[in-house]
């Protein structure tokens, strides 16, 4: 039987004709191994056809997506937020749209769009799924879904190996920032946005796309990830212990409510440092500064719930 036959009778039969999908799962994610056959098997029982390619790095991701493009309708992602990072030029280039199975350590892109941790319905949620477009955020060229900063969460990335995550999980996360404050030092920065500029003494400055970030953190309570705006804070303590205190507003996102947290919502923002210093976008280490951020409107189709309201 012929491919338009087999469409035709597919129809006819009140089925719509199968769809295809490149599938790139990261063996090298916290649960990549274990979880990519399974949920291939399930997405295929669901009626997607799959392209299988191996996920050796982001280069070749990238690559992956541009050379597929025309020949599939979807691009299927196991694994963390870093695999979603890589796939971020290539997706905007193609307009391809996403689908997400959380295999990853913090997942906070999956958080953020209601897609399930558990494996059998985030396949679901692909299979189901509605398409629904999604602001990106841009920092000197280099796109991020969460979000990206400067000062104690590039120390973070360095304390946070793929050892770490794989034993740890997602305490890993408060394992490595305890490290890391050890031994960070503020810094000085300046930020610009909207016409003004101010000269700050900071640990960090981080500068949001979406809602969560760091393993389940809060950039702003009242931020979204198709809300066209960008999301700002800075940490400007005296003293390292105050973080302590602060730390439960992280999780809201009401750490705005503290005089030692500068916050602000803008399109773009320029942050210079007296020296360059490592950009961390979505956990990978990406630019330098000065850094250039700038909201990319409505830039990527993903899947998510059927009832989700972002």
């Not at 105050?242 to 399109?267: D, N, Q």
Request: proline share 5%.
């Amino acid at each position: 039987m012929s491919a338009d036959a087999e469409a035709a009778g597919g129809l006819l039969e009140g089925h719509r004709p199968a769809r295809r999908a490149l599938f790139v799962a990261n063996g090298k994610s916290r649960r990549g191994a274990d979880g990519a056959d399974a949920a291939a098997a399930a997405l295929e029982r669901g009626g997607i056809r799959l392209v299988r390619e191996p996920c050796t790095d982001a280069e070749a991701l990238r690559a992956a997506i541009r050379r597929m493009a025309g020949s599939v309708d979807m691009v299927i992602l196991g694994g963390g937020d870093g695999t979603m990072n890589s796939a971020a030029p290539a997706l905007i280039e193609t307009g391809l749209p996403l689908g997400i199975l959380p295999l990853g350590t913090a997942n906070d892109l999956a958080r953020t769009l209601g897609i399930p941790t558990e494996l059998d319905e985030a396949v679901q949620v692909v299979l189901e799924g509605k398409p629904r477009r999604i602001d990106l955020g841009e920092v000197n060229g280099q796109p991020f879904f969460n979000v990206a900063s400067i000062g104690l969460s590039v120390a973070v990335t360095r304390e946070l190996t793929g050892e770490v995550k794989r034993r740890w999980g997602r305490l890993g996360y408060a394992l490595a920032t305890c490290r890391a404050l050890w031994k960070m030092r503020p810094f000085r920065a300046e930020i610009r946005h909207d016409g003004t500029g101010h000269r700050v003494r900071t640990l960090q400055v981080a500068v949001g796309n979406g809602r969560f970030y760091g393993g389940g953190m809060t950039i702003d309570e009242g931020a979204a990830i198709d809300d066209g705006r960008l999301n700002l804070y800075s940490l400007e303590f005296e003293g390292l212990w105050k973080l302590a205190l602060i730390y439960p507003a992280f999780r809201s996102g009401r750490h705005g409510l503290w005089h030692e947290v500068r916050t602000a919502c803008m399109e773009e923002v320029e942050i210079r440092t007296r020296r360059p210093r490592p950009v961390n976008t979505d956990g990978e280490l990406t630019t330098r500064t000065p850094a250039r951020f700038r909201v990319l409107r409505g830039a990527v189709s993903v899947l998510v719930p059927p009832s989700r309201d972002l």
